[in-house]
C-alpha cells in the first residue's frame, strides 16, 4: 500500500529573494530580475551580458571555514535553504533527521565550476596548485546532496539528480517516490545552482542567449513572437517531504500534497526537444495523480524563450490538456535557474495555489502563433481558485518531468 506525500517545509533562495514571502512579493511586483554585468564585458567573444543573480541571501557566521571546506557556493546555498525548510518543518534537530528515517534527493547541473576549473589548470599547466581535500567534493556533481547530508548528519537514502534542467524538479519527484513506496519517512528535496560564466557561454554558443543587453528588464519573453533567447540565473529551493501519517500525527502544518509525477525522455535529439515524449510525461504525471487534465486549474511551465523549446512544450501542452489551460513562466522574472529552476518553480507554484494569484509571464505582448492554444496569463496575475497545479520541467538528454500539487 503506497504513502500520501506532503510538504511540510519550504525554503529558497532566488534572484527575487531569500525568502519565500520576499520571493512572493517580487511576483507581485511584475519586474523582473535581469541585470546588465559588467563582468561578462571580459569575454572575447560573448554575446550576452545579462543574468539574474540570488538577492537577499547571507551566510551564516557559523558556517565557517571548517564548514564550508567541502563546499562551493552552490553547496551553502542548497545547504542552508535545506536547514531553513527544516526548521519551517519544525523538524531541525529533531531525531527523525538523524535515525535512518530521512534522505536527501538533489540536484544540479554540475558541481561547482571554480573548482572544476582548478582541475583543469592542473592539466594545462601541469603544475599542482590551489587543490586541497576539499576540491574534488566541491566540484563532484553529487556535492549539494552529499554537502546537506553531511552537515544535518541524515543516514538513510541519498539521491543525487544531475539531469541539467531537471535536476530539482527529480530531486522533488524521486523524493516524492521514496516516501511514497515507503522506503523513508522524510526527504530533503529540491536543487541549486550557482552562477557561472562559463554557464552562460554553453548557451551562448548554441545562440540561445538574449542579446538585448540594452534593455535587461524587457527579457526574457516566454512565448512572445519577438522572444530572443533565455537569460540565466542561480539559487536554491528546498522542500522538506514527509509521509502525510507521520505530519498528521505531530501537528505539523501542510503546505500541500504532491499527488503526480511523470518523467521519460525524449531518445531523439539531445538537444531539439521532442513534443510527444514531452507530452507523455505529462500524461504520466496525471495517470500517477489519477486526476483527469481538466482539474489542473494553472500550469507553471518551462518556459525558457528559446523558440524551439517554447513551441514543443506549449503543443505538447495543448495536446495533453485539448484546452486553453492558464499557464505562465517564472523564468520570466528569474531567469533560467539551471537546477535549480524546478525547486524554485514549485515552491512558487505552491505558493501561488495557497493565496489564489498566479503571476503572469512577463514581456509576452504578442503570443507567438506558431506556440500551442493555451490560456497564456500576460499583463497582470490572475486570481485563481484551484486544487491542483502543474509545474513543468525539461532538459538537455532529453529529459522531462512533471509535478502535481494538491491543495489541503
Avoid at 540536484?107 to 583543469?120: K, M, N, R, T
Avoid at 519573453?221 to 528546498?238: C, I, M, Q, Y
Avoid at 498528521?248 to 503546505?255: C, D, E, T
Wanted: hydrophobic share 35%; with cysteine; aromatic share 8%.
Amino acid at each position: 500500500m503506497t504513502k500520501r506525500v506532503v510538504i511540510t517545509g519550504m525554503s529558497l533562495t532566488s534572484p527575487l529573494g531569500s525568502d519565500i514571502n520576499t520571493a512572493f512579493e517580487g511576483l507581485e511586483k511584475l519586474e523582473n530580475c535581469i541585470e546588465y554585468n559588467k563582468d561578462l564585458d571580459q569575454y572575447e567573444r560573448l554575446n550576452t551580458r545579462l543574468c539574474a543573480h540570488v538577492k537577499g541571501f547571507e551566510i551564516p557566521s557559523n558556517y565557517n571555514r571548517k564548514v564550508t571546506r567541502t563546499m562551493g557556493l552552490l553547496s551553502i546555498m542548497a545547504v542552508r535553504t535545506a536547514e531553513l525548510a527544516l526548521e519551517d518543518a519544525g523538524l531541525l534537530g529533531d531525531e527523525i533527521i538523524t535515525n535512518g528515517q530521512t534522505g536527501v534527493s538533489y540536484g544540479s547541473s554540475s558541481g561547482s565550476l571554480d573548482a572544476i576549473i582548478d582541475f583543469y589548470g592542473m592539466q594545462v599547466d601541469k603544475v599542482v596548485r590551489g587543490l586541497n581535500s576539499g576540491s574534488y567534493v566541491k566540484m563532484m556533481p553529487q556535492t549539494a546532496p552529499v554537502n546537506i547530508s553531511l552537515y544535518l548528519k541524515t543516514t538513510g537514502r541519498l539521491v543525487p539528480c544531475s539531469t541539467a534542467c531537471t535536476s530539482g524538479s527529480m530531486g522533488i519527484g524521486y523524493a516524492y517516490e521514496t516516501i511514497k513506496n515507503g522506503y523513508e519517512t522524510v526527504m530533503i528535496a529540491g536543487g541549486g545552482e550557482e552562477l557561472h560564466a562559463t554557464e552562460i557561454a554553453i548557451f551562448d554558443t548554441l545562440y540561445a542567449t538574449s542579446l538585448k543587453n540594452d534593455t535587461p528588464k524587457l527579457t526574457p519573453s516566454p512565448f512572445d513572437k519577438n522572444r530572443d533567447g533565455l537569460v540565466l540565473g542561480e539559487g536554491a529551493g528546498t522542500m522538506i517531504l514527509e509521509e502525510y501519517e507521520h505530519a498528521k500525527k505531530r501537528g505539523a502544518k501542510i503546505y500541500a500534497e504532491i499527488v503526480g509525477f511523470g518523467t521519460n525522455t525524449d531518445g531523439t535529439h539531445i538537444t531539439n526537444p521532442n513534443r510527444k515524449t514531452m507530452g507523455k510525461a505529462l500524461e504520466l504525471a496525471l495517470k500517477d495523480a489519477n486526476i483527469s487534465p481538466d482539474k489542473i486549474g494553472y500550469i507553471n511551465a518551462h518556459g525558457t524563450a528559446t523558440l524551439q523549446g517554447d513551441i514543443a512544450e506549449t503543443w505538447a501542452t495543448e495536446q495533453v490538456f485539448k484546452r486553453q489551460v492558464p499557464i505562465s513562466s517564472t523564468k520570466s522574472y528569474t531567469g533560467h535557474t539551471l537546477g535549480a529552476c524546478g525547486a524554485i518553480e514549485g515552491i512558487l507554484s505552491v505558493e501561488m495555489m495557497n493565496r489564489g494569484w498566479f503571476h503572469p509571464t512577463l514581456n509576452l505582448k504578442d503570443v507567438d502563433l506558431e506556440c500551442g492554444k493555451l490560456d497564456y496569463i500576460k499583463d497582470s496575475g490572475r486570481e485563481i481558485n484551484t486544487n491542483y497545479v502543474m509545474s513543468n520541467n525539461f532538459a538537455f538528454g532529453g529529459i522531462n518531468t512533471s509535478l502535481i500539487f494538491k491543495k489541503l
